[in-house]
Nanobody, 126 residues
Framework: QVQLVESGGGLVQTGGSLRLSCAASGRTVSDYAMAWFRQAPGKEREFVATINRSASNTYYADSVRGRFTISRDTGKNTVYLQMNSLKPEDTAVYYC???????????????????WGQGTQVTVSS
């Protein structure tokens, strides 16, 4: 099965920035849509950002649009999430995810996820 490994999480002050990385096995980043989700304590896992297999289209949750950017480096088989202007409400465990079907253009639902990464903690202090 597909292996996804996140990194780059940490502690940052309000207004700061972090870049998360998701290293995938095989040709995952080019074969399927990928996405970032996050889960805060006591909350449901929620969609954050997604990128299609050709990296020609992206989509963001309203709460992060304009602050976060998802991108892909095909050569490194890695997906990134650049997070700027961070807020305390962004505090959560961030998970990388890959679609369960090549027919899915943009991965926005947990129902459509085939594999999850182990997660990386992002904490934004006020």
């Amino acid at each position: 099965q597909v292996q996804l490994v996140e990194s780059g999480g940490g502690l940052v002050q309000t207004g700061g920035s972090l870049r998360l990385s998701c290293a995938a096995s095989g040709r995952t980043v080019s074969d399927y849509a990928m996405a970032w989700f996050r889960q805060a304590p006591g909350k449901e896992r929620e969609f954050v950002a997604t990128i299609n297999r050709s990296a020609s289209n992206t989509y963001y949750a309203d709460s992060v649009r304009g602050r976060f950017t998802i991108s892909r480096d095909t050569g490194k088989n890695t997906v990134y999430l650049q997070m700027n202007s961070l807020k305390p409400e962004d505090t959560a465990v961030y998970y990388c995810a890959v679609s369960g079907s090549s027919l899915i253009s943009l991965l926005t639902r947990s129902l459509d996820v085939r594999s999850w990464g182990q997660g990386t903690q992002v904490t934004v202090s006020s």
